[in-house]
């Protein structure tokens, strides 16, 4: 069983930077490819950025260029740096893991979840 617990969300002004990180209690981060999702207030779920088990990134249009995914395998933690931060950008972030070589942003391609962190920029 894989457990995801996000941490590093908080209240920030419009510009500013946070981030998020995710620790899984797996001896297999490896094998795991692992996405960060949002959800903001009234809406659906989306995708923000994935990063596969051999390392290949993607990112949502809307995050591109001011977000960064990555991982570091030696702590089983994901890490989602997030800069120039807009009011838009407030959510409820989660990250996500499937142990399989994968690279995308649907929420049913994941099958592991963490229970969230929330993010919230002010203007």
């Known amino acids: 069983q894989v457990q995801l617990v996000e941490s590093g969300g908080g209240s920030v002004q419009a510009g500013g930077s946070l981030r998020l990180s995710c620790a899984a209690s797996?001896?297999?981060?490896?094998?795991?490819?692992m996405a960060w999702f949002r959800q903001p207030p009234g809406k659906e779920r989306e995708g923000v950025a994935a990063?596969?088990?051999?390392?290949?990134?993607y990112y949502a249009d809307s995050v591109q260029g001011r977000f960064t995914i990555s991982r570091d395998n030696a702590k089983s933690t994901l890490y989602l740096q997030m800069d120039s931060l807009k009011p838009e950008d407030t959510a409820m972030y989660y990250c996500?893991?499937?142990?399989?070589?994968?690279?995308?942003?649907?929420?049913?391609?994941?099958?592991?979840w963490g229970q969230g962190t929330q993010v919230t920029v002010s203007s």
């Open positions: 990063l596969s088990s051999d390392g290949y990134t």
């Open positions: 996500a893991a499937v142990r399989a070589r994968f690279l995308g942003l649907g929420t049913s391609s994941y099958n592991y």
């Open positions: 797996v001896y297999i981060f490896r094998s795991l490819s």
